[in-house]
């Protein structure tokens, strides 16, 4: 599920506010964009790019091998069955507040397909030096440089720091994925780890992860088996049971989800946790042959 | 979003799965007159909380004078925190058996799973950890729904082979409640099997999925919100997300997973945080309100703001914190950390204005905000 500098992306959504603003950015960092889609836009240019009608248009018009996608959550469904449909095997759903059973309809649709689905409720993702696809500050060279550590995120902006936080530590990105605050998604921390641990510019992955469902467990299973060091920040110590803690999959249940049991699941595997993401610069480079 | 039993059943019923005869009842005296139309029945407490029976909210009234007795000890009773401010009187079944039903979004299979099990009446947690050979489950396509086999199959247990075709009846009719209502989570615990040979769901608890709240606002005015202190309520009036907590350090971040961080962050260095406040997005309109949220709070001695930019510009949002600084002049003193997008001008910005600096790092900020005077706590 990494998005490189080669692929041709389509913005679906490009001529919003949003979409136009970071396909610009997009553009900019040296993404492939190809063109965007709006049904009532068709036939005008956004971004310096072509505005089709739908995606299948634009896979028979230029081509694509990703789609972005910046939708209303009511939308998404047929959008996002729209790329699938056109043959797209890659999707940025960076939409937040999708109903789950459309969330739900769409993933097994891109299962049939043989499609990934980044999201939903995704900031996205970054190819340091490459291309990013979504809304992150790629082109911040304070938080992304091309490097050999993979970044794993449910949150945009803790994925962010913990960026800052490697570069100050005079480490680089060989990706950043951008796997969504939402309780169902498509790629998760598993299934992120996993194309960390095949991808050959990676050489150490950092795992953030927050309160709520088991997914962290799921990956600190995987983890074990890894000879890729792994080290994980967990969000949401502090927080009380009971409470959405404003990501839909953030919340603790009766005794699922909670930090603890991620915790203490990692350290099992032989991840090192932090207690606070200044410290991944260290614990890194502990883990690292010098 | 919760829905109480009362609001919950009509949803069974509409798709043919039955439910004992029951009147909404306000007070004690209403719940007289539900008793003298019903006979013997059930007068259950309404409140979105579970384990009602054993805190003492559901009690078996033979006439309506015993449910007057039972409504007026049950009505203003806290259950789960909740107050009861309404009563469901039932009639009553004679149950021959009890079964437990449930759709349900499955996070781990990325499907509806439907679930069934013979053993009913416990709830579902017990049910999983004493008994889960009990307990039969699969995962739907959500494409093509339940389908007959799959829900003769879920209640196929030796000993009801006569009910196998209803009992699987009732299955694909609740999974069609699931599906054409945004269900979170739909339960009908327990089942039962009557005396009289009847099928009926005696509870049924339903969670509206939240995201789909603006395409079913007519189901969604019929659920209960939730319970919100005041702050709680005005954040939510603002897109905001605020939660009230026990601490002294006030928290302004964006985006969840860092004001969560935020959080831990000051409790690992000896600190307690007095709120979790998530803010985003562009406008610095919800900066300024979101300053006077967590500022309107007596124990606060100091102030973390901790932006870190992606899709959140830190410029906009630093711009409304110094809006509102220079509105409300707090008393506290306040330390940022800001970085990502729009960073340098927001620092700038703060610098200029407040002559305030930006410190280098989340954890120097935390640890001059932790070390304020007059704070326990070090």
Same mark, same amino acid.
């Given at each position: 599920?990494?998005?490189?500098?080669?692929?041709?992306?389509?913005?679906?959504?490009?001529? #919003?506010?949003?979409?136009?603003?970071?396909?610009?950015?997009?553009?900019?960092?040296?993404?492939?964009?190809?063109? #965007?889609?709006?049904?009532?836009?068709?036939?005008?240019?956004?971004?310096?790019?072509?505005?089709?009608?739908?995606?299948?248009?634009?896979?028979?018009?230029?081509?694509?091998?990703?789609?972005?996608?910046?939708?209303?959550?009511?939308?998404?469904?047929?959008?996002?069955?729209?790329?699938?449909?056109?043959?797209?095997?890659?999707?940025?759903?960076?939409?937040?507040?999708?109903?789950?059973?459309?969330?739900?309809?769409?993933?097994?649709?891109?299962?049939?397909?043989?499609?990934?689905?980044?999201?939903?409720?995704?900031?996205?993702?970054?190819?340091? #030096?490459?291309?990013?696809?979504?809304?992150?500050?790629?082109?911040?060279?304070?938080?992304?440089?091309?490097?050999?550590?993979?970044?794993?995120?449910?949150?945009?902006?803790?994925?962010?720091?913990?960026?800052?936080?490697?570069?100050?530590?005079?480490?680089?990105?060989?990706?950043?994925?951008?796997?969504?605050?939402?309780?169902?998604?498509?790629?998760?921390?598993?299934?992120?780890?996993?194309?960390?641990?095949?991808?050959?510019?990676? +050489?150490?992955?950092?795992?953030?992860?927050?309160?709520?469902?088991?997914?962290?467990?799921?990956?600190?299973?995987?983890?074990?088996?890894?000879?890729?060091?792994?080290?994980?920040?967990?969000?949401?110590?502090?927080?009380?049971?009971?409470?959405?803690?404003?990501?839909?999959?953030?919340?603790?249940?009766? +005794?699922?989800?909670?930090?603890?049991?991620?915790?203490?699941?990692?350290?099992?595997?032989?991840?090192?946790?932090?207690?606070?993401?200044?410290?991944?610069?260290?614990?890194?480079?502990?883990?690292?042959?010098? | 979003?919760? &829905?109480?039993?009362?609001?919950?059943?009509?949803?069974?019923?509409?798709?043919?799965?039955?439910?004992?005869?029951?009147?909404?009842?306000?007070?004690?005296?209403?719940?007289?007159?539900?008793?003298?139309?019903?006979?013997?029945?059930?007068?259950?407490?309404?409140?979105?909380?579970?384990?009602?029976?054993?805190?003492?909210?559901?009690?078996?009234?033979?006439?309506?004078? %015993?449910?007057?007795?039972?409504?007026?000890?049950?009505?203003?009773?806290?259950?789960?925190?909740?107050?009861?401010?309404?009563?469901?009187?039932?009639?009553?079944?004679?149950?021959?058996?009890?079964?437990?039903?449930?759709?349900?979004?499955?996070?781990?299979?990325?499907?509806?799973?439907?679930? &069934?099990?013979?053993?009913?009446?416990?709830?579902?947690?017990?049910?999983?950890?004493?008994?889960?050979?009990?307990?039969?489950?699969?995962?739907?396509?959500?494409?093509?729904?339940?389908?007959?086999?799959?829900?003769?199959?879920?209640?196929?247990?030796?000993? /009801?082979?006569?009910?196998?075709?209803?009992?699987?009846?009732?299955?694909?009719?609740?999974?069609?409640?699931?599906?054409?209502?945004?269900?979170?989570?739909?339960?009908?615990?327990?089942?039962?099997?009557?005396?009289?040979?009847?099928?009926?769901? /005696?509870?049924?608890?339903?969670?509206?999925?939240?995201?789909?709240?603006?395409?079913? %606002?007519?189901?969604?005015? /019929?659920?209960?919100?939730?319970?919100?202190?005041?702050?709680?309520?005005?954040?939510?009036?603002?897109?905001?997300? &605020?939660?009230?907590?026990?601490?002294?350090?006030?928290?302004?971040?964006?985006?969840?997973?860092?004001?969560?961080?935020?959080?831990?962050?000051?409790?690992?260095?000896?600190?307690?945080?007095?709120? &979790?406040?998530?803010?985003?997005?562009?406008?610095?309109?919800?900066?300024?309100?979101?300053?006077?949220?967590?500022?309107?709070?007596?124990?606060?001695? !100091?102030?973390?703001?901790?932006?870190?930019?992606?899709?959140?510009?830190?410029?906009?949002?630093?711009?409304?914190?110094?809006?509102?600084?220079?509105?409300?002049?707090?008393?506290?003193?306040?330390?940022?950390?800001?970085?990502?997008?729009?960073?340098? /001008?927001?620092?700038?910005?703060?610098?200029?204005?407040?002559?305030?600096?930006?410190?280098?790092?989340?954890?120097?900020?935390?640890?001059?905000?932790?070390?304020?005077?007059?704070? !326990?706590?070090?």
């Amino acid at each position: 599920m990494i998005i490189r500098g080669h692929e041709r992306i389509l913005i679906q959504g490009i001529t #919003g506010r949003q979409g136009s603003f970071w396909a610009q950015r997009m553009i900019d960092y040296g993404s492939r964009v190809m063109g #965007g889609v709006n049904p009532k836009k068709a036939g005008q240019s956004c971004c310096g790019v072509p505005v089709y009608a739908n995606a299948k248009e634009a896979m028979d018009s230029g081509g694509f091998t990703a789609s972005v996608l910046f939708i209303p959550p009511l939308g998404c469904k047929n959008a996002a069955l729209d790329a699938i449909e056109a043959g797209c095997k890659k999707l940025v759903i960076l939409t937040e507040h999708i109903p789950v059973q459309d969330v739900m309809y769409v993933l097994a649709a891109a299962n049939e397909a043989g499609a990934r689905i980044l999201g939903p409720n995704t900031a996205g993702q970054v190819t340091p #030096g490459e291309c990013f696809a979504g809304f992150m500050p790629a082109f911040d060279n304070e938080i992304f440089r091309p490097g050999r550590i993979g970044v794993i995120s449910r949150s945009g902006s803790l994925g962010t720091l913990i960026c800052l936080n490697l570069v100050q530590a005079g480490y680089g990105e060989s990706a950043f994925i951008g796997i969504g605050g939402d309780p169902v998604i498509g790629t998760t921390s598993l299934d992120a780890l996993q194309s960390l641990d095949a991808d050959t510019g990676t +050489d150490a992955v950092v795992l953030v992860g927050e309160i709520g469902g088991t997914m962290e467990e799921a990956a600190a299973e995987y983890a074990a088996g890894m000879h890729k060091p792994v080290v994980a920040f967990i969000a949401g110590q502090a927080s009380p049971p009971g409470k959405k803690m404003g990501h839909a999959g953030a919340i603790i249940m009766g +005794d699922k989800g909670t930090y603890a049991s991620k915790r203490s699941a990692l350290e099992a595997a032989g991840v090192r946790v932090l207690d606070t993401p200044s410290e991944v610069g260290d614990a890194i480079a502990g883990c690292l042959p010098g | 979003m919760n &829905f109480e039993e009362h609001a919950a059943k009509p949803l069974l019923r509409a798709e043919g799965i039955p439910t004992p005869k029951g009147i909404v009842a306000g007070s004690a005296e209403e719940a007289r007159e539900a008793a003298h139309k019903l006979g013997p029945c059930v007068v259950k407490a309404q409140v979105t909380a579970g384990k009602r029976g054993k805190a003492g909210g559901i009690r078996l009234a033979a006439d309506s004078n %015993e449910a007057y007795e039972h409504a007026q000890a049950i009505m203003g009773m806290r259950i789960g925190g909740l107050l009861v401010e309404r009563l469901l009187v039932e009639q009553q079944v004679a149950i021959e058996r009890e079964f437990y039903a449930a759709v349900l979004n499955d996070a781990a299979s990325k499907c509806p799973r439907v679930l &069934f099990s013979a053993v009913g009446g416990m709830d579902i947690e017990e049910l999983a950890s004493q008994q889960p050979e009990a307990l039969h489950s699969r995962s739907v396509d959500i494409r093509s729904g339940l389908q007959l086999d799959d829900a003769r199959n879920l209640v196929a247990v030796p000993g /009801l082979e006569s009910l196998r075709d209803p009992l699987a009846d009732i299955l694909l009719r609740l999974y069609r409640v699931y599906a054409g209502n945004d269900a979170e989570l739909l339960e009908i615990n327990p089942l039962c099997l009557a005396a009289d040979g009847r099928i009926l769901a /005696l509870d049924c608890k339903f969670t509206l999925d939240d995201s789909a709240v603006k395409r079913r %606002e007519a189901l969604a005015a /019929l659920g209960t919100a939730e319970p919100l202190s005041e702050h709680e309520a005005q954040g939510q009036e603002l897109g905001l997300k &605020f939660i009230q907590l026990e601490g002294d350090i006030a928290v302004l971040a964006n985006g969840a997973g860092l004001t969560m961080t935020t959080m831990d962050v000051i409790r690992h260095l000896g600190g307690e945080p007095a709120n &979790f406040l998530e803010i985003g997005g562009d406008a610095y309109t919800r900066a300024t309100a979101a300053l006077k949220l967590v500022l309107d709070n007596p124990r606060v001695k !100091s102030l973390v703001v901790n932006f870190c930019g992606a899709f959140a510009r830190t410029d906009v949002m630093t711009e409304g914190v110094i809006k509102a600084v220079q509105e409300l002049q707090p008393g506290i003193p306040m330390y940022f950390s800001i970085h990502g997008t729009g960073a340098r /001008l927001a620092r700038e910005m703060l610098k200029a204005q407040l002559g305030l600096a930006s410190f280098a790092t989340m954890d120097a900020a935390i640890r001059a905000a932790n070390a304020v005077p007059g704070r !326990s706590a070090s």
